[in-house]
């Protein structure tokens, strides 16, 4: 298994050196960096992507002096859409939390959470799949007043899809649809679920939801 390359982004010392020393002995996780807040972290990402040694995942703090986490979220994932982003945070409101995955966020865990819980985050969000840790999803459960019945056939099998990891290319390709269309069906789909990112409804989808999904 290759190793994933991990950037660590926190403005508290001891946070970043403790993610290092965890991450150090971790199996196929690589720490190549830290960064005490988000100047800092985009400044090190151009660097790297200048030499083609980019991170797969950023372990990205939500609140930072200067430029907050969710802003940086949004920077790295429309500079370097390959590098995804895990937020590592104390704070667990629904709000934030959304915030966060609206930005492009992959993972959202707890600062309080298992610290294999941070591992699990970084590889699922290496191999493009969704994560967050079961305090956050109560919290998004508990907030986001979901009805399945909601949605149409149609948007139900656009669902479906992106639970399996497809992109919006390809479900419009799989469904002989543009993908206009399909991403007029996932806002329908996120409106109607009070979800705030596709991230969101693919974790919905695979985790009861769809309870048809394969």
Known sequence: MTDVRVLIVDDHDVVRLGLQAYLEEQPNINCVGDAANG??????????????ALPDVVLMDLVMPGQDGVTVTREVRARYPQVQVVAVTSFGESQRIRAALDAGAAGYVLKDSDVDEIALAIHSAAAGDGHLDAAVEQVLRDTSG???????????????????GLSNRQAARQLDL???TIQTHLSAILRKLGLSSRTEAALWAVRGGLPDLV
């Open 39 to 52: 100047s800092a972290a985009l400044a090190l990402l151009e660097k790297l992507a200048s030499t083609d």
């Open 178 to 180: 543009s993908e206009r």
């Open 146 to 164: 979901r009805v399945p019945g909601q949605l149409t056939a149609r948007e139900r099998e656009v669902l479906g899809l992106i639970a399996q």
